[in-house]
C-alpha cells in the first residue's frame, strides 16, 4: 500500500508550518498531472499554507495564490522560494544575535516561552518586520519560525518547538493556556531558537530547488476583489478550497502567529477581510464574485476545481451552496460533482477544534470555463 506523501519526507518542504485548513498533496498534484500537457499556469484563490502552489514547482510549473490570512500567505510565499540551509541559518543567527527592543511582559508568554527563548524570538520577529520585501532566505525563515513557534513538548536533545505545551496547528487561548500549564506545574523548553529552526529545514531536501516562480506571485490579498489579480493573465488551471461555510475564526484560531508577523500581543476578535458567513445567500454571492473574478483571468477553456465542505454544525449543504455560486458567477459549467473520498475525509478543518468535532463531508467540484 502505497503511503500518503505527508509522510514521505521528499516532501518536507510543504510540512514546513502545521496548518488546520488544507487539502492532501496529492489532490493538486493528480489534477496538475492530467493537466500538464497543457502547460499549465495555475492559480489558487484561497491558497492556504501553499498545498497547490508546492504542487505545482514539484512539477515545474508556474502558479500564482493568494489568501487574506497573512499566516497563510507567509508560508505559501516559501513555498516559491529557493534558498540553501546555510545561508537562511546564517541570516537567521544574525537577526537573533541583535538585541530586541520590546519583549512581551504578559503572563502567557512568560509562562509560554523561557526567558531566553523569548528574547531571541522578538530579536528574529523585529529584524523580519523591518526588512522592504521578503528575500528568498528571510521568506523560508518566517515560515519555519512560524511552524516551530508552538507545539507539544517531547524529548530529543532539540525540540521541534519554542513553545510550552501546545497544539501545533492552532494557538490555544491564553487564559486556557495558563490554566493548563499551571495546574500540570508545566514549564516552557529553554531552547535556542535558530537550533530548532535549523533541525527543521536540515529535514528539507528541496529548499534550493528550482522554485517555478517569484515570491510576488503570493500576496495576502482578498479573492473577492478584482485588484488582486493584476499579475495573473491567461491562467488555465484553478485548484482551490474555499473555507467551509461557518468557519470564522481562521484568525483568531492564529492568534499568536498573527502576534510574530507583527500583530497584537491579545487576541482580535475581529472578521474582517473574510467571506461572509452570516447566511447562505450572502456566502453564496462572496464566492461567485470570486469566480468570476478569475474567468476574466483565465483562458477560454480553462479548468476550475474545487475541494470543497460544509461543518456539520452549519446545517448547510456543500453541494448546493457550489453549485448557487457557479450558477450565480454565470461564466463556468460545472462538469462533476464527487465525493471526495480522502483517508482524512471531512476532517482537515474540522479536526483542530477536537475530538469530539464532527467530521464534514468534502466533495470535489470541477467546472470549465464557458
Known amino acids: 500500500m502505497t503511503s500518503a506523501l505527508a509522510y514521505n519526507k521528499d516532501f518536507a518542504f510543504n510540512a514546513i508550518c502545521p496548518y488546520y485548513t488544507m487539502f492532501p498533496l496529492e489532490y493538486p498534484m493528480k489534477i496538475i498531472r492530467k493537466h500538464r500537457e497543457d502547460d499549465p499556469v495555475i492559480v489558487d484563490p484561497f491558497c492556504g499554507r501553499g498545498t497547490t502552489l508546492y504542487a505545482a514547482r514539484r512539477l515545474g510549473f508556474t502558479s500564482f495564490g493568494f489568501d487574506t490570512s497573512p499566516i497563510a500567505a507567509a508560508i505559501a510565499q516559501a513555498k516559491l522560494a529557493s534558498a540553501r540551509l546555510q545561508d537562511i541559518v546564517s541570516l537567521g543567527r544574525d537577526l537573533v544575535s541583535s538585541p530586541s527592543s520590546k519583549k512581551p511582559d504578559t503572563k502567557f ?3 509560554a516561552f523561557s526567558s531566553k527563548t523569548l528574547k531571541q524570538l522578538c530579536s528574529l520577529r523585529e529584524g523580519l518586520l523591518a526588512e522592504s520585501r521578503p528575500t528568498h532566505e528571510s521568506a523560508i525563515l518566517r515560515a519555519a519560525a512560524l511552524g516551530c513557534l ?4 517531547v524529548g530529543g536533545d532539540i525540540p521541534s518547538y519554542f513553545s510550552n505545551q501546545m497544539p501545533r496547528t492552532f494557538s490555544s487561548k491564553p487564559a486556557y493556556s495558563l490554566k493548563f500549564w499551571l495546574e500540570r506545574e508545566m514549564l516552557p523548553p529553554d531552547v535556542d531558537v535558530m537550533d530548532v529552526i535549523e533541525k527543521k529545514l536540515a529535514r528539507i531536501s528541496d529548499l534550493d530547488s528550482n522554485p517555478f516562480g ?4 503570493v500576496k495576502c490579498s482578498d479573492a473577492r476583489i478584482a485588484a488582486s489579480y493584476r499579475n495573473i493573465q491567461d491562467a488555465s488551471l484553478v485548484i482551490t478550497s474555499p ?4 468557519m470564522r475564526t481562521y484568525v483568531q484560531d492564529q492568534w499568536l502567529r498573527m502576534w510574530f508577523l507583527g500583530g497584537s500581543e491579545d487576541v482580535d476578535y ?3 477581510d473574510q467571506i461572509c458567513h452570516s447566511g447562505h445567500d450572502a456566502f453564496v454571492t462572496d464566492l461567485a464574485k470570486v469566480w468570476n473574478n478569475l474567468s476574466k483571468h483565465c483562458q477560454d477553456g ?3 476545481y474545487v475541494r470543497f465542505g460544509t461543518l456539520a454544525s452549519a446545517k448547510s449543504d456543500a453541494k448546493v451552496l457550489m453549485r448557487r455560486s457557479i450558477e450565480e458567477c454565470g461564466e463556468w459549467k460545472l462538469l462533476s460533482v464527487r465525493s471526495a473520498n480522502t483517508a482524512h475525509a471531512g476532517k482537515r478543518q474540522a479536526d483542530y477544534m477536537g475530538q469530539d468535532s464532527t467530521a464534514a463531508d468534502e466533495f470535489d467540484f470541477h467546472a470549465v470555463l464557458s
Not at 508552538?150 to 513538548?153: K, Q, T
Open 150 to 153: 508552538h507545539g507539544p513538548l
Open 214 to 217: 517569484r515570491l510576488s506571485n
Open 109 to 111: 508568554f512568560k509562562r
Open 302 to 304: 480553462a479548468h476550475l
Open 270 to 272: 475581529s472578521v474582517d
Open 243 to 246: 473555507p467551509y461555510y461557518g
